[in-house]
């Protein structure tokens, strides 16, 4: 990532809330980011394979992703994004209330880069999104 450039970022995330949580979070950052959302799977997978209203949006370099979704269920979201040529290298970060432990398993062995069990306190929850921030500001991601 080029420090002058911003850093694309998905955010699957169904609960409005949440989407606040996160905005608010990244606008705190000194990380620059582009902001993509999308409320469920399925818009999630128009969003990445560019189809209908999104072929003008660009890829993203971070996807963050809930994984109880409508229509299309996270875990089957990442499943797809990890089995597809020209999305696969972009890391994904699982960002769930879920605490079970075979959706932490299931996400890892379909290639997440992380799994973090969202905080229920919001100022816990925007210090988790800030470090999810620093974090890839420094991170080498490969090119698309």
Request: charged share 35%.
């Amino acid at each position: 990532m080029h420090s002058l450039e911003k850093m694309k970022v998905l955010v699957v995330e169904d609960n409005p809330n949440d989407v606040t949580i996160i905005k608010r979070a990244m606008r705190k950052s000194d990380v620059k980011c582009e902001l993509y959302f999308a409320s469920d799977g399925e818009e999630a997978l128009n969003l990445l394979y560019q189809t209908g209203e999104f072929q003008d949006t660009p890829r993203p370099d971070l996807i963050l992703l809930d994984i109880n979704l409508p229509k299309i269920n996270g875990l089957e979201v990442l499943a797809k994004v990890k089995e597809d040529e020209r999305l696969r290298r972009i890391p994904v970060i699982v960002l769930t209330i879920s605490e079970r432990e075979e959706d932490m398993v299931k996400a890892y062995d379909s290639g997440a880069a992380s799994y973090m069990t969202k905080p229920v306190d919001s100022k816990d929850f925007e210090r988790l999104i800030q470090t999810v921030q620093d974090y890839w500001r420094i991170a080498q991601i490969p090119p698309k």
